[in-house]
């Protein structure tokens, strides 16, 4: 048994189950998935070599042991929150404010969680997002000072710092009633429609590169902004449309998204000013931060 492996995160997930009573409920309570919690669970009994919850039809509830090891777990939990409420008194993060600058679709499918997390904390932090399209727009903005950190793809500068979070893998949209022949897409089955791309340059610039890299290069037939008029077009059938997937979702349910036959993605994090002079409520964010990372993880298709 090696207690340094156990994580404040197995903890969360059992004192959760114990509250909730079944570990979808718990999944939802901690903004995570199901797989999630089981897998959290599966790895504490494993470290702890013991049985800490019963397993049934009508939920979880907890052995003898597992009962007297959450109340300890609920111990630590509460600790862990006394020190941070005395760190937060030393640092003065009650009453901050954060300027976040993020792609929509970050600022649609990550910042929620994390700002949540961060408010059910310090709710008292005001939070400003200010939406933007080109990753040069988001490091102009971070430099002049107008905001106080990115949240979307990651910047590749000497001058800052990067809390990556996950890699979104970019994915195809397929029109309705189209089938790959083989069941999985093809470079060949990419041939036979034309391919809508983004016109951002980031963007634009990667799904290029990997299309021109291909033995018989492929080409952009749509170069579009919008990633909504993306999904719009192929939802008429007017091609195949290469995009990330938090950028492709909400998919109609007649358009098919399915996987590459080549790897795409794009790297997401949280991008600082190396040297700048940062706020408590910058700190308290990138913690929030943090867990979504630990919690979420973004699946290929």
């Known amino acids: 048994m090696n207690l340094s492996k156990i994580k404040l995160s197995q903890l969360r997930a059992l004192v959760a189950i114990a509250e909730c009573g079944n570990f979808s409920e718990a999944a939802l309570q901690l903004e995570v998935t199901q797989s999630t919690i089981s897998h959290a669970i599966a790895t504490l ?7 800490l919850l019963q397993r049934g039809r009508h939920g979880a509830r907890l052995t003898p042991v597992g009962d007297r090891i959450t109340a300890h777990a609920r111990a630590v939990l509460g600790l862990l929150d006394t020190i941070g409420c005395e760190a937060n008194q030393a640092r003065g993060v009650q009453g901050g404010s954060l300027r976040i600058a993020s792609f929509r679709s970050v600022a649609t499918h990550v910042l929620p969680g994390a700002i949540a997390r961060l408010h059910r904390r310090y709710p008292t932090i005001a939070i400003s997002v200010h939406e933007m399209d080109e990753l040069h727009q988001l490091k102009q903005a971070l430099v002049k000072g107008e905001v ?4 979307a793809e990651t910047i590749d500068s000497a001058d800052v710092e990067t809390l990556h979070i996950f890699d979104d893998d ?9 089938r790959p022949k083989t069941g999985t897409l093809t470079v060949d089955d990419m041939r036979q429609m034309p391919i809508i791309g983004s016109s951002h340059s980031s963007c634009g610039l990667r799904i290029r590169t990997v299309l021109g ?3 018989h290069p492929l080409e952009i037939a749509y170069c579009i902004r919008h990633d909504s008029s993306m999904v719009a077009m192929v939802q008429q059938g007017l091609g195949i449309a290469i995009l990330p997937r938090l950028a492709a979702e909400p998919v109609p349910p007649e358009v098919q998204i399915v996987s590459l036959p080549f790897p795409i993605s794009r790297p997401i994090g949280a991008t600082i000013l190396k040297d700048a002079l940062h706020t408590p409520a910058l700190y308290a964010f990138l913690d929030a931060l943090r867990e979504i990372g630990e919690f979420s993880r973004i699946q290929a298709v």
């Open 213 to 215: 890299a291909q033995e």
């Open 148 to 151: 106080d950190l990115c949240v």
């Open 170 to 178: 970019y994915v195809a949209l397929l029109p309705p009633g189209y």
């Open 45 to 51: 009994e494993d470290e702890l070599g013991i049985t």
